[in-house]
């Protein structure tokens, strides 16, 4: 078994999110796959295959398949790219096809089209409670959003860097309102600027507390601050998020939107070998 392990999103060299990359002829068993990504660890394993015109994908987590996976699709380009060099590569996913094109050693993903609503209220109240958040804690600028690019995500502004910071929540609880809600996170944010946002990104749903970078969730609030008409973008932009700095491993994710409400999104990140 070829398996890579590859950082992406990384800080320089340093930093990023571990994701395992393993290309094959025929993709494994569902089963197989889920018992590699369980032995590996890592928030997914990505799993890819020939097939006509690109590659079929899948990714695992430890407790099960997901959707889509931005740090583990970076993590695919940079191994697509040292085996057959710079290009553009199109994934079939689940829902759909995307790409991800190789230069050097980053990538960028080209997600599915996004579209995001107001955060059902139920769901807001339980994610609060549970997260310790009070309404004096949010940022008005970002109302409490569910954010899609492939996948659901939560997303809550925080207004205050050290509030951030000391994200801390139930797992147990969170994984099982995350199942109720169909979220594949939960994206806390801070806006630093305009155009940079501090995040870190819950995922007990997947096995794992916290992941340092999270292209899916990048994608997702493209969308979403396209749809609010956030300054900047009306006419397409670009914008950073750095996550992971609270885990003791940077990470920085580069974002970049059409303007158009609805438009596939553009994430791009740096790729280091890890194993």
């Known amino acids: 078994m070829n398996l890579q392990r590859i950082a992406a999103f990384a800080e320089g060299e340093t930093g990023g999110n571990p994701a395992g990359v393993l290309i094959a002829d025929h993709l494994p068993p569902p089963a ?18 020939p097939a006509p015109g690109g590659w079929q994908v899948r990714y695992f987590a430890p407790e099960g398949e997901v959707a889509f996976c931005g740090h583990a699709t970076i993590a695919l380009g940079a191994e697509l790219g040292r085996r057959f060099g710079p290009g553009r590569h199109v994934l079939s996913l689940s829902q759909g096809d995307i790409s991800v094109e190789v230069s050097a050693d980053s990538a960028v993903l080209t997600s599915l089209p996004t579209r995001s609503t107001p955060l059902e ?14 309404p004096a804690d949010l940022d008005p600028r970002l109302p409490l959003s569910r954010a899609h690019g492939g996948v ?25 309102l995350m199942q109720e809600a169909g979220l594949t996170t939960i994206s ?10 501090m995040s870190r990104n819950a995922f007990a749903i997947g096995g794992v507390v916290e992941d340092p970078a999270t292209g899916a969730a990048a994608a997702a609030l493209g969308g979403l601050l396209v749809d609010l008409g956030w300054p900047g973008l009306a006419t397409g932009g670009r914008f950073t998020i750095l996550q992971g700095q609270d885990m003791g491993a940077p990470s920085r994710i580069e974002v970049e939107v059409t303007g158009q409400p609805g438009a596939p999104v553009r994430v791009a990140g740096r790729a280091r070998q890890i194993g």
């Open 32 to 49: 197989e796959m889920q018992r590699i990504a369980a032995e590996v660890g890592y928030s997914e394993t990505v799993f890819a295959a």
């Open 121 to 134: 209220a139920g769901v807001a109240a339980a994610l609060l409670d549970a997260f310790g958040l009070t």
């Open 152 to 176: 659901d995500h939560a997303v809550i502004a925080l207004l205050r860097r050290e509030r951030l910071a000391a994200m801390d929540y139930p797992f147990a609880r969170v994984k099982a």
């Open 188 to 197: 806390l944010i801070h806006i630093a600027a305009p155009d940079l946002f």
